[in-house]
């Protein structure tokens, strides 16, 4: 060992990664005593492969057997904080960045090759000072680890070494388009297609990112993240069930989007115009919420409107939709590409309203259910996050603020969908363990 980092043989490393897999064997047992979305967090970003980066940065770790024990260790870890059963379609799209519609639960197995070959490249030029000229044949970017490293990744990704060889994504992201490709290749029907597109829009997986925190809302209870996961995931839900209006509500529970019954719709409508009125008050724009003020001949009234003006010294009216990605209706166009549904939403709430455009800033925000934003919704907010940002001295404003929008769409989704549940059937009656 050198610096932690086993030097040698095979055997040298497999050892070293015997011993850090039975410290994350206790950490993974520990992970399943807290609140699920705590787990996720601290699995994620704390105690996987982040745990593991610094040996497979400096070792050629990627032939190792050990690796598969610790990826299995992750997935069980994973299936018991989400209480999913995870089919081999769904586990890869979840060792997805999130970028790319995953969860961001990476592999090590992945994580390997593109750690070691981006350590050694970036090293490369410090190795050469260091050593005296004599070693530099086998040294660097000579040394046959390295050498058999690339080769092997040349072999896996079938393309030429990238150019930016000192950066870990540069080799990462070739191994991620070729596992994406085949998570789209397997979805067969054009909801599964639909849902892809949708998880990987910019923004849509912003509720994985959010660090869990009751006191500012964007801890999601273990139910709510559970169906968020699985929606993303296409993951069963539930037992199949007849909901409260009468419909047959499938494994995969999406029909508690769609339908009227489901009181989650009104809870996650009101929660998220909530969120951005006070959002607004950050950034010292006062507002109202539905106000009667407006005149209209149908006497239906926006969803929010500011007291003081927003731009050109007009006020701005907002209005607040959630279509849902997966609804029948809308797959011909949710398959064409990423926010296109809430782009198609916005469209509609902007001829709805062109009354009120002569005297007011009318702006429709639409967030898909699995996340995808309009253009409208998307530029608002991000105006919206620059203001506070201002106001606050927090340059992570925007951040903040799509990734309790994100918790807040998702904890509504999970109302809607719980809410097709008849009352004398409990919720935990029909959940898969």
Known sequence: MLLGSPIGFDSTIDTSLNSKLVVFQRLAERLKLLNAHDALFFLKNCFSTPKLLYTLRSSPCHTSVVLDQYDNIIKCTLQVILNINMIDAAWNQATLPVSSGGLGVRLATDLALPAFLSSVAGSAGLILQLLPSRLHNTSGLNDVSYIAACVEWQTRTNSSVPDLIGVQKAWDTPLVAMKLEAVQSAAQTQAGRARLIAAAAPHAGDFLHAIPCSAVGTRLDDISLRVAVALRLSATMFAPHTCICGEHVDSSGTHGLVCRRSAGRHIR?????????????????????????????????????????????????????????????????????????????????????????????????????????????????????????????????????????????????????????????????????
Not at 305 to 318: A, D, Y
Not at 376 to 391: H, K, P, S, T
Not at 403 to 430: E, F, K, M, W, Y
Request: glycine fraction near 6%.
């Open 269 to 433: 409508h009101n929660a998220v115009n909530d969120l951005i009125k006070r959002a607004l008050a950050s950034a010292n724009i006062p507002a109202l919420l539905e106000p009667s003020s407006l005149s209209r001949d149908d006497g239906k009234r926006p969803d929010g409107l500011t007291v003081m003006p927003w731009s050109n010294g007009r006020c701005l009216v907002l209005d607040f939709t959630c279509p849902d990605t997966l609804a029948v209706s809308h797959l011909n166009r949710a398959v064409i590409g990423p926010g296109t549904v809430a782009n198609d939403a916005e469209s509609r709430k902007a001829t709805k309203y062109i009354s009120l455009t002569n005297m007011y800033s009318f702006m429709p925000v639409a967030i898909e259910t699995v996340g995808a934003l309009g253009d409208e919704a998307l530029a608002f907010l991000r105006d919206l996050g620059q203001r506070i940002a201002v106001v606050t001295g927090e340059p992570r404003s925007f951040q903040f603020i799509m990734q309790r929008i994100s918790v807040t769409v998702q904890r509504g989704n999970a109302s809607c969908i719980v809410g097709t549940v008849p009352l004398s059937v409990t919720v935990d009656d029909l959940f898969y363990v």
